[in-house]
């Protein structure tokens, strides 16, 4: 089986001693309470959203506002680490170690009132999470991990679900912007498996998704064509819930290649399989492996 995400062993990598990773946690975790304490004073109060340039990628001023306070206070506490955030540009050479940050992860939903929105912290190490903090200021939670501690739901320890049949399980999903113009679009998958579960949902904001299932309200989450701000603090919140993080294909997890499965240790070998008789079929449409066995 191919490594999974393993944030101890990123750490270790990293060079970063359990002071310093707890130092680093607690910045993160101030950075998303600034940045969702930010969302709400925004919530139900635009007046301007716009199109990023592809059909539904909305941006609002609460994006704006909010990773400006994040950027602020993160330039401030840690001027030495590069940050990687979505409003401002993404750069394709960053720094080893650098923070990803999402200022809101979901913004259609914060755009209509819906109340699942997040800011996302992560720290990351060479294209690899290391620890993060999430917060879904809408219902008051703050998600926080790191090597050595754990994940948290505000003062709580919290750990993935021990869910082993995809029958009993609840899992989540989305759907990327390309949606429209690409076969790989996860249209198939969410049909699959909702036939398959007791239900798939799609929440619409990556970060709340993986921090429901670090949380194990949720057994599963697999999703494509997500940005690395959109994952880095979520996937390494799993990981030290005691899941398991790979490519949703079951290959090792990259940060940029944007595919995640996220699970309970023993939800991951079945999802992974019945993800695996779903793709796409060049020159053969899009639609079922017929050939692959349960």
């Known amino acids: 089986m191919p490594r999974g995400l393993d944030c101890y062993a990123v750490a270790a990598e990293a060079g970063l001693s359990a002071e310093r990773l707890k130092s680093l946690s607690a910045v993160a975790l101030q950075a998303a309470k600034r940045g969702g304490d930010t969302l709400m004073r925004h919530f139900g109060k635009l007046n301007s959203i716009q199109e990023k340039g592809r059909s539904g990628d909305l941006v609002t001023a609460a994006d704006h506002a909010a990773e400006a306070e994040v950027l602020g206070l993160l330039s401030r506490l840690t001027p030495e680490i590069a940050v990687l955030a ?17 200022p809101l992860d979901g913004t259609t939903n914060f755009a209509h009132s819906y109340p699942l929105f997040a800011t996302s912290i992560g ?39 021990d869910c082993s049949s995809l ?8 759907f990327a ?22 239900g798939v949902r799609r929440g619409g904001a990556a970060a709340v ?29 799993v990981q030290l819930a005691g899941g398991v993080v790979n490519d949703y294909r079951g290959e090792s997890f990259q940060l940029h290649s944007g595919r995640i499965l996220a699970t309970g ?26 050939d692959v066995g349960s």
Not at 86 to 102: I, K, P, Q
Not at 179 to 195: G, I, K, P, Q, S
Not at 221 to 235: M, S, V
């Open 86 to 102: 979505e409003e401002s540009g993404a750069s394709d050479h960053v720094a080893d170690l650098c923070w990803c940050v999402d």
């Open 209 to 237: 998704d993986l921090a429901f299932v670090a949380a194990g309200r949720l057994d599963g989450y697999w999703e494509r064509g997500l940005a690395p701000w959109d994952l880095a603090a979520g996937a390494a919140l």
């Open 123 to 161: 720290l990351v190490w060479r294209d690899q999470p290391v620890l993060g903090a999430i917060s879904v200021p809408f219902l008051n939670e703050m998600y926080w991990c790191c090597p050595g501690e754990g994940s948290f739901l505000n003062d709580q320890k919290i750990s993935v679900s």
């Open 265 to 290: 240790t023993a939800l991951h070998h079945p999802l992974k399989q019945e993800l695996a008789k779903v793709s796409p079929m060049p020159g053969e449409g899009y639609g079922v492996h017929q």
């Open 167 to 174: 029958e009993e399980s609840l899992l989540v999903t989305g």
């Open 177 to 198: 912007y390309d949606r429209r113009e690409v076969l790989d679009n996860n249209y198939a998958e969410f049909a699959w498996m909702t036939h398959r579960t007791r």
